[in-house]
């Protein structure tokens, strides 16, 4: 098996590309070991030394680290991926297969911009941050803000401030003028 690995824009996270589907449907974010424990092969990342974070994407696994240095986790974890889906087992544990956030929220009467905002994501900002290792979802939609959910490589990423406010605001405004700013949530 071969696992590719790649840098993305956040220098504490690695994306790795196991050549398999990691989650059929979806993403989830491990911000802690606790949250791993609907996942082996997540509590399995948390067990190598310097782990901070692991996010799972349709055919990716990013982990996020702390200040150990690659060079001395990334064999750990190429091995730890690898025996996971040598071994055939699931990546979540049963009945576990979608990271639930908190719900949507958004003015009364802006249905239409909201759907306007979600299709953009969906089809020209999602497919782009996932080829970086990360997610980035809606929200909400008040009083012409956006506010969006960064996760896996994005969040902390020092350039995410510049693609939210840039790339991702520009073009929500470009074709939402109703949208005024974007923010993080």
């Not at 449907?25 to 606790?34: K, L």
């Amino acid at each position: 098996m071969f696992i590719q690995t790649e840098a993305t824009p956040n220098p504490a996270t690695l994306k790795f590309l196991p050549g398999r589907v990691v989650l059929p449907e979806g993403t989830y974010d491990f911000r802690t070991r606790a949250d791993a424990g609907v996942s082996p092969l997540a509590e399995r990342l948390f067990d190598v030394p310097g782990v901070a974070a692991v996010f799972f994407g349709h055919d990716f696994v990013t982990v996020t680290k702390d200040d150990t240095d690659w060079q001395h986790m990334k064999p750990a974890i190429l091995g730890v991926i690898m025996e996971q889906f040598m071994s055939g087992q699931p990546v979540m544990a049963a009945g576990q297969v979608e990271d639930i956030e908190e719900g949507e929220f958004f003015d009364e009467g802006a249905e239409e911009t909201v759907n306007t905002i979600k299709e953009l994501l969906e089809t020209r900002v999602r497919p782009a941050v996932a080829q970086d290792g990360g997610d980035i979802t809606f929200k909400g939609f008040k009083e012409g803000i956006v506010y969006l959910s960064m996760r896996g490589a994005c969040a902390g990423c020092p350039s995410s401030t510049a693609t939210l406010q840039h790339g991702i605001q520009n073009l929500l405004r470009h074709f939402v003028p109703e949208v005024e700013e974007v923010r993080p949530i």
